[in-house]
């Protein structure tokens, strides 16, 4: 279970190893969007937290790092 009291303070994408497969954008389509076939963060404010981690974990190559307010590694754990 998500603490759903968690705020997100950043989202990373490691565009080096990021295939541009996609599901991170069908999660959180407000949060990643795939440009040039690599997925950029462009706004980290409205999809709910838990769907964010949804799409981190739904990265096959374990692109997405999502840190909490305080700079702490919320994924992966
Ligand atoms: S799911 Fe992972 S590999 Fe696919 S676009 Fe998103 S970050 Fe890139």
Do not use: H, Q, W
Not at 3 to 31: E, F, H, M, Q, Y
Not at 32 to 38: E, L, M, P, Q, T
Request: hydrophobic share 45%; with cysteine; aromatic share 4%.
């Amino acid at each position: 279970m998500i603490d759903k009291s968690i705020k997100i303070g950043k989202v990373v994408v490691d565009r080096d190893i990021c295939i541009g497969a996609g599901p991170c954008a069908v999660l959180a389509p407000n949060t990643f969007k795939i440009v040039n076939g690599k997925a950029e963060i462009i706004d980290i404010t409205t999809d709910s937290v838990e769907d964010i981690i949804d799409a981190a974990k739904s990265c096959p190559v374990l692109a997405i790092t999502v840190y909490d307010e305080n700079g702490i590694v919320i994924y992966p754990k």
